[in-house]
């Protein structure tokens, strides 16, 4: 096991000049899919639900015109077989537009789970396998020359897309850390490289996207009295771009509504909030709403605005 998950951090080291760019979350918890393939959701690691589905909206930079939003909808599904290979499968669809450019993507996503019980470990390996629509709305371009006949016609193209992922979680039960779950992993999401050409025969304009890839890493930590508290990070590279890395920590109190902040190195605050409906309305499945709020304060450079975001989650243990 040790032997593949090497090769598995290699690979993603190796494929790394060719990843692409996501858009960014704050509850970036919920959307751990697009994120990592190879990622289970925290669902499954603290209420046992090996089958969820959700949807997200995320207005960025209000205020501020053109500004990026984000749309996604998702499901995931882990057997619980008793297999030492368990089955990770789900799907997504995902739509950004910022000002006159934008992508709408449609992926399917399978790995598996080595594991001796899926609800205390797993060593988890996965691929995204999708389509993606790039667009330029060139009507909306503001171009240096204002009669340029590309003005007046939008383009777009449809390439395939591929998502790369490693990811291992573990329940830990003696310790500091008695009853308290680790998880960590290594992603590209998008690993075919892409240097778009826009043409038609009047023309012809270029768009490149900038290279990233991602290391999710975070602890869910149990008290007695059925409440946790989850520290994590989302550590984000691209070459020739400064480091950037999210610190966040949420507190999930026991009648199921939970609070989180957090801080980024590229100067950007976060709170967050929301409520699950599960046990406490007697109710053997969970759903999930979810608030997130950013504010940027860097002290230099144009202000970014503040950001919102809405996640709206349904959870079911299958077995």
């Known amino acids: 096991m040790n032997r593949w998950f090497l090769f598995a951090i290699f690979f993603i080291f190796h494929q790394i000049a060719e990843a692409q760019q996501l858009p960014l979350f704050t509850q970036y918890r919920e959307n751990n899919a697009l994120i990592n393939p190879a990622a289970v959701s925290s669902d499954l690691l603290i209420y046992q639900h090996n089958m969820s589905f959700g949807a997200s909206y995320r207005n960025q930079w209000v205020g501020l015109e053109a500004g990026p939003r984000t749309q996604t909808l998702r499901g995931e599904y882990v057997s619980v077989t008793g297999n030492a290979v368990e089955v990770l499968v789900g799907g997504s669809i995902i739509n950004d537009q910022t000002g006159p450019t934008g992508f709408t993507g449609l992926y399917g996503r399978v790995g598996g789970v080595l594991t001796d019980d899926p609800e205390d470990n797993g060593l988890c390996f996965a691929l995204n396998l999708g389509v993606v629509q790039y667009r330029v ?173 809405i996640n709206v989650a349904y959870t079911i243990g299958s077995y």
Do not use: C
Not at 239 to 261: K, L, S
Not at 264 to 284: C, R
């Open 137 to 309: 709305n060139a009507s909306e371009l503001r171009l240096r020359e204002l009669n340029d006949v590309l003005s007046a016609q939008d383009q777009s193209q449809i390439f395939p897309d591929v998502g790369v992922g490693v990811y291992y979680y573990k329940y830990l039960n003696s310790g500091f850390l008695d009853d308290s779950f680790v998880y960590g992993g290594l992603s590209i999401p998008q690993v075919m490289g892409l240097n778009l050409e826009f043409k038609d025969d009047s023309g012809q304009f270029y768009t490149k996207r900038i290279q990233h890839f991602y290391g999710l890493a975070g602890l869910i930590h149990h008290f007695d009295n059925d409440s946790f508290i989850e520290p994590s990070v989302w550590v984000k590279y691209a070459p020739g771009v400064p480091f950037n890395a999210d610190f966040n920590v949420r507190y999930q109190m026991a009648n199921n509504f939970w609070i989180g902040t957090g801080i980024s190195t590229g100067a950007n605050y976060h709170v967050e909030a929301g409520y699950l409906i599960g046990e406490n309305a007697g109710w053997d499945n969970n759903i999930k709403i979810g608030y997130g709020f950013d504010y940027s304060f860097s002290a230099f450079g144009p202000t970014a605005g503040s950001s919102h975001e």
